[in-house]
């Protein structure tokens, strides 16, 4: 019953949760980490055992991927990073054709949240309320620029002054000029959501971020607040949804009925071992699920609120390293 993270990088903590999980039900079985060079991840350097993939544009990924799966006799798979989620999702049934299962979203799911635009009117038809997007030749100021099909605050910018505007944001397709939320009167949250094989939601841990480096979250705070209630009645059940869903939401300071939804990762996120500190087990919830094939109950009063998260930059040795 071993299972797999995939592309594991620096996700000690969400490797760390699997093995502690893993060993209550399964104490022979193994977590395997992968990535395209393993020797060089922290995750794959504290995994039980790791394998190097090949990367992602290369013809004969899956091939080899599947190959190795078998090898190690791999039974489940957690993705974590946007650009693989598609092709797993596209060969989860060869997959499972092998005995592998993958906590993966659907292929239709995936492409909305992949696609800012498309998530955005999916939360229209959720009747969340959303950013307003502003034609390039139309617009207001401060504004809010950011790709469509963008991650970890890659090519964004705040606009405050139509002198700060260039060629490059008019020309460039994939940016989206959007209504500015001032992060004095709004605060951001992301939120761990757990969904179950019937794609229901299970449970919401509202995270407030304090402090972000390149796109990843290293002080944030829990908070059980209005946004557990509001997700569980317009989000309770999502077509395709599974497993491990980030969505980010604006909440406004002074006025709980103005919130914004923003967007919407369905993979781990970079923050969620707050979330799985806190009582949200979703690492046992997957084993329960996919591995011991149980129905999970509602885990909306599950965790701790009020609990901060302060990280900071650790080491990981690896001795006799010959490259």
Same mark, same amino acid.
Request: proline share 3%; glycine share 4%; hydrophobic share 35%.
């Given at each position: 019953?071993?299972?797999?993270?995939?592309?594991?990088?620096?996700?000690?903590?969400?490797?760390?949760?699997? =093995? @502690? $999980?893993?060993?209550?039900?399964?104490?022979?079985?193994?977590?395997?980490?992968?990535?395209?060079?393993?020797?060089?991840?922290?995750?794959?350097?504290?995994?039980?055992?790791?394998?190097?993939?090949?990367?992602?544009?290369?013809?004969?990924?899956?091939?080899?991927?599947?190959?190795? &799966? =078998?090898?190690?006799?791999?039974?489940? /798979?957690?993705?974590?990073?946007?650009?693989?989620?598609? =092709?797993?999702?596209?060969? *989860?049934?060869?997959?499972?054709?092998?005995?592998?299962?993958?906590?993966?979203?659907? #292929?239709?799911?995936?492409?909305?949240?992949?696609?800012?635009?498309? /998530?955005?009117?999916?939360?229209?038809?959720?009747?969340?309320?959303?950013?307003?997007?502003?034609? @390039?030749?139309?617009?207001?100021?401060?504004?809010?620029? *950011?790709?469509?099909?963008?991650?970890?605050?890659?090519?964004?910018?705040?606009?405050?002054?139509?002198?700060?505007?260039?060629?490059?944001?008019?020309?460039?397709? *994939?940016?989206?000029?959007? %209504?500015?939320?001032?992060?004095?009167?709004?605060?951001?949250?992301? &939120?761990?959501?757990?969904?179950?094989?019937?794609?229901?939601?299970?449970?919401?841990?509202?995270?407030?971020?304090? %402090?972000?480096?390149?796109?990843?979250?290293? *002080?944030?705070?829990?908070?059980?607040?209005?946004?557990?209630?509001?997700?569980?009645?317009?989000?309770?059940?999502?077509?395709?949804?599974?497993? &491990?869903?980030?969505? =980010?939401?604006?909440?406004?300071?002074?006025? $709980?009925?103005?919130?914004?939804?923003? %967007? #919407?990762?369905?993979?781990?996120?970079?923050?969620?071992?707050?979330?799985?500190?806190?009582?949200?087990?979703?690492? @046992?919830? /997957?084993? $329960?699920?996919?591995? +011991? %094939?149980?129905?999970?109950?509602?885990?909306?009063?599950?965790?701790?609120?009020? +609990?901060?998260? /302060?990280?900071?930059?650790? $080491?990981?040795?690896?001795?006799?390293?010959?490259?």
């Amino acid at each position: 019953m071993n299972i797999l993270i995939t592309s594991a990088g620096r996700r000690v903590s969400l490797v760390r949760s699997f =093995q @502690k $999980e893993l060993k209550k039900f399964f104490p022979e079985s193994k977590v395997f980490a992968s990535d395209s060079t393993p020797k060089l991840s922290a995750a794959c350097q504290i995994a039980d055992h790791y394998f190097e993939v090949p990367r992602l544009n290369e013809d004969l990924y899956f091939e080899e991927f599947i190959s190795l &799966c =078998q090898q190690h006799n791999i039974k489940l /798979i957690i993705p974590t990073i946007d650009t693989e989620l598609l =092709q797993l999702a596209q060969n *989860k049934v060869r997959l499972e054709e092998k005995g592998v299962s993958v906590v993966i979203s659907s #292929i239709d799911f995936i492409t909305k949240c992949r696609d800012k635009r498309s /998530i955005h009117s999916f939360f229209e038809t959720k009747g969340l309320r959303v950013a307003k997007e502003y034609g @390039k030749d139309n617009y207001s100021l401060p504004m809010f620029i *950011k790709p469509y099909d963008g991650s970890r605050s890659v090519d964004t910018y705040v606009i405050n002054k139509k002198s700060e505007l260039t060629d490059y944001h008019f020309e460039n397709e *994939k940016l989206m000029f959007l %209504e500015y939320l001032d992060h004095n009167e709004f605060t951001e949250f992301t &939120c761990d959501l757990y969904y179950d094989k019937n794609n229901k939601l299970k449970c919401a841990v509202p995270r407030k971020r304090l %402090e972000v480096r390149d796109g990843e979250v290293y *002080k944030a705070l829990t908070q059980n607040n209005i946004l557990v209630k509001y997700i569980r009645q317009h989000l309770l059940h999502i077509d395709g949804a599974v497993g &491990c869903i980030t969505a =980010q939401f604006f909440l406004h300071n002074n006025d $709980e009925s103005k919130i914004y939804a923003i %967007e #919407i990762n369905p993979r781990f996120g970079g923050g969620f071992p707050l979330s799985y500190l806190a009582g949200a087990n979703f690492p @046992k919830w /997957i084993i $329960e699920e996919y591995l +011991l %094939e149980n129905n999970i109950e509602d885990k909306f009063n599950s965790w701790e609120s009020d +609990l901060l998260m /302060i990280r900071y930059d650790d $080491e990981i040795l690896v001795h006799g390293y010959k490259g």
